[in-house]
């Protein structure tokens, strides 16, 4: 047994596995295969079947009937599933940091630590079991109060990509289980075995306690798969993580409906670095936001904004770190970049290195595509680094690909425009010393997006905190915080325990 297959026989999967599940139990289903190949090195995987539209219709049947149990679970109860779920994770944590690793490319230890983050997402799911806390509110009208409470919602469609195989699902689906929803999960194509994995763990919970299959549901498919999510009333939101263009169809088709959407989308994130930088910190921070997971990261650092004053000392301190990146297998921990996902990504890399060059950019660290030995998947690039203006278009554009741009600025204010003069608004950092530098840039008037850092880089968020962004990132927000209330319906209820009926506003209507 080579080491492909004994980390699926430890994963509880085979090389062929279904793709529609309603929890532990797998559905037949007559849909055309998807192939997995890892980008690592260009194997096939496995084969999954993908949804057909029996297969998907009868689980949101079963989603349905499950939440008419699921809903009257205590929410400490259900807290309680999310802990077990939790617990099966760290049993599974090696190899399934493995298979996210195989599968997506992404380093073992960026590996390990998505699903570790799905282990502190259960963590705090936990805790937030016992504190769906509504309101109580004084009335205006004698022997009445006002309170609001919180129900959950239905059915919540989750949508994630590729780059975050299993994290992402985690922060709905906890937050979603332990405030009363059933979910049903559309994976990315490229990336179909990590989430078979994950839904095997979570459906032998739920069938070990008890509840009946459709808590936690799985289809697997192309964008035609995603439409029916969009598109179909029985799902109250749908949560989904991907592009811009992605995104915008998603939301008119669910606005379409009146229904509700969560939407974490494009990013084009940048780190300013002042004259008052800590210009080692601001290096590994910018190194790591750029480099980590080959750039495709939501979050990843795109552009840098450098003051003059400093600008040659960061561009030497680049150009020397670059220097010592090693790129090769994701699985060898001493490689501290594996490749892109596919070569249809490896296109996109040389379609946007060509486009800057034609605008004018100046090479730093110079591009290129990686063959020979360890390199036949054909997906394997070199991070590189231009000298930009802030104007050119592809500037202003998300390339999932590990190219930073670097740019000069005189006065903060020019470097905050600079920064917001783009159409995402997801992550963003300041590297300063300097107090008032630093809060100018957490005010009104500094950073647009939904993340604004201080001394610390662009990616690697917590699960504290919730995450999401602005313009064309969507305005959702998903994991930490106050997020699990877009999961929920609030009720506000009025209670009257006198004996007369006043009306609000003193409105009198004698009869």
Known sequence: MNLLQALLSNLGLSSENMGTSSGKSWYPTT??????YSPVDGKLIAKVIQTDWKSYDRLLSDLQMAFTTWRDVPAPRRGEIVRQIGMALREKKEDLGRLVSYEMGKSYQEGLGEVQEMIDICDFAVGLSRQL????????RVNHTMMEQWHPLGIVGII?????????????????WVCGNVCVWKPSEKTPLTAISCQKIAGEVFA??????????????GADVGAWLAEDTRIQLVSATGSTRMGKSVAVAVASRLGKTILELGGNNAIIITPN???DIATRGAVFGAVGTAGQRCTSTRRLIVHEDV?????????????QLKIGNPLEESNHMGPLIDQEAVGQYLAAVEEVEKEGAQVVVAPGVLDGSGFESGCYVLPCIFEVEPHYRMVKEETFAPILYLMKYRSLEEAIHIHNDVPQGLSSAIMSTDVRESYRFLSAAGSDCGIANVNIGTSGAEIGGAFGGEKE???GRESGSDAWKAYMRRQTNTINYGNQLPLAQGIRFDT
């Open 133 to 140: 806390y509504g309101l109580t509110m004084p009335s205006e």
């Open 208 to 221: 070990q306690n008890g509840f009946p299959e459709g808590i936690s549901g799985l289809i697997c498919g």
């Open 473 to 475: 990132t969507g305005g």
């Open 277 to 279: 930088a800590d210009l």
């Open 311 to 323: 600008y040659e000392a960061v561009k030497k301190r680049l150009v020397s770190a670059y220097a």
């Open 31 to 36: 849909g055309d295969y998807l192939e997995s």
């Open 160 to 176: 994630s990509a590729f780059n975050f195989p299993v994290a992402v699902w985690s922060w709905n689906a906890m937050i979603s």
